[in-house]
């Protein structure tokens, strides 16, 4: 909630082959190349070595559009029930199956398509197996109707949380008024009571009409072997018969000018929007502009309608996307505001701002031009960014995921007349469609009378029998095999690693290697003050490391963002604790230039008064909204109930009314003056990452930072353990479809203690897995309380302080059985531990997750500050590694006996049934 940091990163959103008797050479572009088996299935292969893992996108050409009449939601349901099981990998042993190969699995559908994603790592039993798990989905599922009362709640929960999400409700009103309760007007989601209409009969019928080899196409992306790759799916898929498919359904050609209703209003959660939104049919000679559109109308500082509306402050922020789909163009211009400004004026200066907007120029679509060539740069060096966009393609080109490339060139192909021309045309009050976003109006922020309900009765529903897991010793040598991985690519990369320290005490580590994205990484830590030094600073900091680099003594803001985009990368400065926290990026050849240009920046910031009145008027109005959004309202409540210092202490948790206090007061020369008091602290660590020269890079860094000093006494900001009896608040918030659970059980434990990697595992066991952890299967799969949920412990690295943690959207009103649901879990482990195989299970799934981590360079650079504060090198994550890899059950069994007391366990959980608070502040 805090404005933390600045980023001006301006990262946009954002071979020779084998013979098989199967899979044929159809095309190759860019290095990526399309195979085709006889029975239709096709397979698009782009490799990187450069990156550890792969990335694996099943895609079929059907989704919501082709839901029979009166059945909407049948396709999202079949891709829930398609994780139950097949004829040879039964229930849901599928699902764990899933778990203990991939690195993460998931799975969406949209009106077009249903995609099966999977990252996995590039060890090809791995890759063979998830291959081998997607062929039984595409020909062998088995749909079992036990499966469906539980899934179809599960899809109300899921599109509840879509009804919660107040943008999606104002697109969906806009869908439905241009096409009507018919194929785009349709949420893919389903309709609630047309999804408890179908019947198995219908959706055995789908599945068999629309999943055949010649309806789908496999996107893998990453590093493989492409000969073993081709070889497994040949074997895999070659034997799935292609079946005749139905005609794909027809989307009405739209006409933007047509709509009825031309504004629509939302009063849900707390903020203030206003939405233009231009829509019309599809026209492909057009997209290529209307692309850009967001870029050249809300980049800072040269965006025009930045400069119009955030500028003069006529409203706060402005945000742009698109929607160019296969049916209709959709552009969003959109401000959001505070209550305190002119509604009137926001409206009246968004349309104007868009549709009377001044010509852009050459240099502004030059700039444009420039951040997408860098954004293809991100994207082509990652397989899952990659492997998105060639599936997304595929689906929108009906297979043509090289169009991709095409649009590349369309976009440095523009010239600005032609792009003037398009926004005249299509930015224009005949297209538009006006949108509001208001907060929730007061009657629905009361308390309401919870009607009776039988706890009882929604638990303990009827759980399929567990099919056995893997043999404990196949975790074990899957165990073995990480550590031993991870034991020599960490003793090979510290060889790479020079630290060192200057005079002043300013240690700096030098990791020189080639980063998977050919960029080079910088991060620089600045240490300074104490809690009562920096007591009632907290929100000058924030202003302080925002306004470091919007503009210095010799560079001004336009100048610092074009630098940015020249050099391919970015650079970031946030408060982090009782310091700064810099980020430098940029493209290797770059990368020198750039880091000498962001310390002269940082070094000599303007805090121009203009900068400093935009940001405090910002931050005010950003502030100056209702906090009554269940997950707002239960975050806010857990923190006052755990608070431990007193407010305007940096450590304390935020308070709106506090901030805004903090912020009001603020004023320029005290930025200025914090900035010169603070900055040149001697308490710093520094490193880089990529293909850098080790000694120019030295040389800069002795000459900038190596005789910083500061008479400003230093201390490190810790927590304490503190331990709190078992409470129970139910919050009121307002009305919602989702209330929030959130839940923290305190834990002596910091990261050097004994105990700290056997809770690790513990978490796993506990909550990892969405489907298959001991939380999942009681609060979703079971009960069906929850749609999404997670469990995550954090320990204090210097001292014994930790935190475990469990978060949960539930339905409103269901609040009692999601505590009970978790009790029971708790209450379980207690009594009855953990099974050897869940350990050994886990202990394989976290290692395979830290080697593959670890083989990311830039991962590597996240570790360098750390060690070079605690004075470690590492050989510390090897011990780490050996520690994991050497737990039991009984050592997961004792920590669960000695750190599991429900009798600590602080519960917030709030929705419109709970209790208005008695204040806004401890």
């Known amino acids: 909630m805090r404005i933390k940091h600045l980023t001006l990163s301006l990262f946009f959103a954002g071979l020779s082959t084998s013979l098989f008797a199967q899979p044929v050479?159809?095309?190759?572009?860019?290095?990526?190349?399309?195979?085709?088996?006889?029975?239709?299935?096709?397979?698009?292969?782009?490799?990187?070595?450069?990156?550890?893992?792969?990335?694996?996108?099943?895609?079929?050409?059907?989704?919501?559009?082709?839901?029979?009449?009166?059945?909407?939601?049948?396709?999202?349901?079949?891709?829930?029930?398609?994780?139950?099981?097949?004829?040879?990998?039964?229930?849901?042993?599928?699902?764990?199956?899933?778990?203990?190969?991939?690195?993460?699995?998931?799975?969406?559908?949209?009106?077009?398509?249903?995609?099966?994603?999977?990252?996995?790592?590039?060890?090809?039993?791995?890759?063979?197996?998830?291959?081998?798990?997607?062929?039984?989905?595409?020909?062998?599922?088995?749909?079992?109707?036990?499966?469906?009362?539980?899934?179809?709640?599960?899809?109300?929960?899921?599109?509840?949380?879509?009804?919660?999400?107040?943008?999606?409700?104002?697109?969906d009103q806009v869908l439905k008024e241009a096409y009507g309760n018919q194929s785009l007007g349709r949420l893919p989601i389903g309709d609630l009571k047309e999804l408890q209409s179908i019947n198995m009969n219908e959706l055995n019928q789908f599945y068999r009409r629309w999943y055949a080899p010649n309806n789908a196409v496999m996107v893998i992306s990453g590093k493989f072997d492409k000969a073993a790759v081709l070889k497994q799916i040949d074997q895999q898929f070659s034997p799935?018969?292609?079946?005749?498919?139905?005609?794909?359904?027809?989307?009405?050609?739209?006409?933007?000018?047509?709509?009825?209703?031309?504004?629509?209003?939302?009063?849900?959660?707390?903020?203030?929007?206003?939405?233009?939104?231009?829509?019309?049919?599809?026209?492909?000679?057009?997209?290529?502009?209307?692309?850009?559109?967001?870029?050249?109308?809300?980049?800072?500082?040269?965006?025009?309608?930045?400069?119009?509306?955030?500028?003069?402050?006529?409203?706060?922020?402005?945000?742009?996307?698109?929607?160019?789909?296969?049916?209709?163009?959709?552009?969003?211009?959109?401000?959001?505001?505070?209550?305190?400004?002119?509604?009137?004026?926001?409206?009246?200066?968004?349309?104007?701002?868009?549709?009377?907007?001044?010509?852009?120029?050459?240099?502004?679509?030059?700039?444009?031009?420039?951040?997408?060539?860098?954004?293809?740069?991100?994207?082509?060096?990652?397989?899952?960014?990659?492997?998105?966009?060639?599936?997304?393609?595929?689906?929108?080109?009906?297979?043509?995921?090289?169009?991709?490339?095409?649009?590349?060139?369309?976009?440095q192909k523009l010239n600005v007349s032609d792009v003037n021309q398009v926004y005249k045309d299509f930015l224009k009050p005949e297209y538009r469609v006006t949108g509001n976003i208001l907060p929730t109006p007061e009657d629905q922020k009361k308390a309401q009378q919870q009607a009776a309900s039988k706890p009882a009765e929604t638990l303990d529903q009827q759980a399929p029998a567990e099919e056995p897991l893997k043999d404990a010793s196949v975790y074990r040598a899957e165990v073995k095999q990480y550590v031993a991985e991870s034991k020599q690519y960490l003793n090979q990369k510290e060889k790479q690693i020079q630290r060192a320290k200057f005079k002043n005490g300013i240690q700096y580590a030098l990791f020189p290697t080639k980063t998977r994205d050919d960029k080079t990484y910088a991060t620089i830590a600045l240490d300074f003050g104490t809690a009562q030094s920096l007591m009632n600073k907290g929100e000058l900091l924030d202003l302080t490391a925002y306004l470091m680099f919007r503009a210095s003594k010799d560079q001004s803001l336009q100048q610092i963002a074009d630098k940015i985009i020249d050099v391919g990368g970015g650079a970031t400065v946030s408060a982090n604790d009782n310091g700064l926290m810099i980020q430098v990026v940029a493209r290797k050849e770059k990368f020198a230039e750039f880091l000498q240009y962001v310390i002269d920046v940082i070094k000599a910031p303007a805090f121009e008064q203009s900068q400093f009145d935009l940001i405090k008027a910002q931050s005010l109005s950003s502030l100056d909204r209702p906090y009554t959004e269940p997950d707002t309202v239960a975050a806010m409540t857990l923190s006052r109930i755990v608070e431990i210092y007193q407010p305007g202490d940096i450590r304390y948790h935020f308070e709106p009314e506090l901030a805004k206090k903090q912020i009001e007061s603020a004023t320029r020369d005290q930025v200025e003056q914090l900035h010169q008091k603070f900055f040149k602290t001697q308490h710093a660590q520094i490193a880089v990452t990529g293909d850098f020269d080790t000694k120019q890079i030295e040389k800069i860094l002795k000459k900038e930072f190596a005789d910083w000093k500061t008479s400003e006494p230093y201390q490190r900001l810790e927590s304490t353990f503190t331990t709190y009896p078992a409470q129970k608040v139910h919050a009121l918030s307002e009305q919602r479809e989702f209330g929030s659970y959130q839940a923290i059980m305190t834990l002596p434990v910091g990261v050097e203690h004994t105990d700290s990697p056997a809770l690790q595992v513990l978490r796993h066991i506990l909550g990892d897995s969405q489907l298959s952890s001991r939380l999942a299967q009681e609060l979703r799969e079971k009960n069906a309380l929850v749609?999404?949920?997670?469990?995550?412990?954090?320990?204090?690295?210097?001292?014994?302080?930790?935190?475990?943690?469990?978060?949960?959207?539930?339905?409103?009103?269901?609040?009692?059985?999601?505590?009970?649901?978790?009790?029971?879990?708790?209450?379980?482990?207690?009594?009855?531990?953990?099974?050897?195989?869940?350990?050994?299970?886990?202990?394989?799934?976290?290692?395979?997750?830290?080697?593959?981590?670890?083989?990311?360079?830039?991962?590597?650079?996240s570790m360098l500050i750390p060690q070079l504060e605690k004075g470690r090198d590492l050989n510390y994550r090897e011990k780490r590694d050996q520690r994991i890899a050497a737990l039991s059950k009984a050592d997961i069994d004792a920590v669960i006996k000695k750190y599991i007391q429900p009798e600590h366990l602080v519960e917030v959980m709030s929705d419109q049934y709970g209790q208005a608070a008695k204040s806004t502040q401890k």
């Open 25 to 171: 050479l159809v095309k190759t572009e860019q290095a990526i190349e399309e195979y085709k088996l006889d029975n239709g299935f096709r397979v698009v292969l782009a490799q990187n070595d450069k990156e550890s893992k792969v990335f694996m996108n099943t895609v079929y050409f059907t989704g919501s559009l082709n839901d029979p009449a009166g059945k909407g939601g049948l396709a999202h349901l079949l891709e829930h029930l398609a994780f139950k099981g097949t004829e040879n990998v039964k229930g849901d042993e599928f699902q764990r199956r899933l778990d203990q190969f991939t690195l993460m699995t998931n799975a969406s559908t949209d009106y077009y398509s249903t995609k099966y994603t999977n990252v996995i790592r590039p060890e090809q039993s791995s890759i063979d197996q998830v291959l081998h798990l997607e062929a039984e989905r595409m020909d062998k599922l088995v749909l079992q109707e036990k499966f469906v009362p539980t899934e179809i709640d599960i899809v109300k929960r899921e599109r509840e949380i879509r009804l919660d999400q107040p943008f999606s409700v104002l697109i």
């Open 787 to 861: 749609y999404g949920f997670s469990a995550d412990i954090n320990f204090d690295e210097w001292v014994n302080s930790g935190v475990l943690s469990i978060d949960a959207n539930y339905t409103a009103g269901k609040s009692a059985q999601v505590s009970q649901s978790v009790h029971k879990v708790l209450q379980n482990l207690l009594k009855n531990g953990v099974t050897e195989q869940e350990v050994e299970a886990a202990k394989a799934s976290i290692l395979k997750k830290r080697l593959t981590a670890l083989e990311d360079d830039r991962r590597i650079h």
């Open 240 to 411: 799935i018969a292609a079946r005749q498919i139905p005609e794909q359904a027809k989307v009405p050609k739209l006409d933007g000018t047509k709509l009825k209703q031309r504004e629509f209003t939302v009063h849900k959660g707390s903020d203030f929007g206003k939405f233009n939104i231009y829509l019309n049919g599809a026209v492909e000679p057009i997209k290529a502009a209307l692309a850009v559109s967001p870029t050249l109308y809300t980049l800072q500082p040269s965006g025009h309608l930045y400069q119009s509306m955030v500028e003069t402050g006529t409203a706060t922020a402005v945000q742009s996307t698109t929607w160019l789909d296969k049916d209709f163009n959709l552009v969003f211009m959109g401000a959001i505001y505070g209550p305190s400004h002119d509604a009137n004026k926001v409206a009246t200066s968004l349309a104007q701002g868009v549709e009377q907007n001044k010509a852009f120029n050459d240099v502004e679509l030059n700039r444009v031009k420039s951040l997408t060539r860098n954004m293809a740069d991100n994207v082509k060096n990652s397989a899952t960014a990659l492997g998105e966009r060639l599936s997304s393609y595929t689906v929108a080109y009906n297979g043509d995921w090289s169009q991709y490339f095409r649009d590349l060139e369309k976009v």
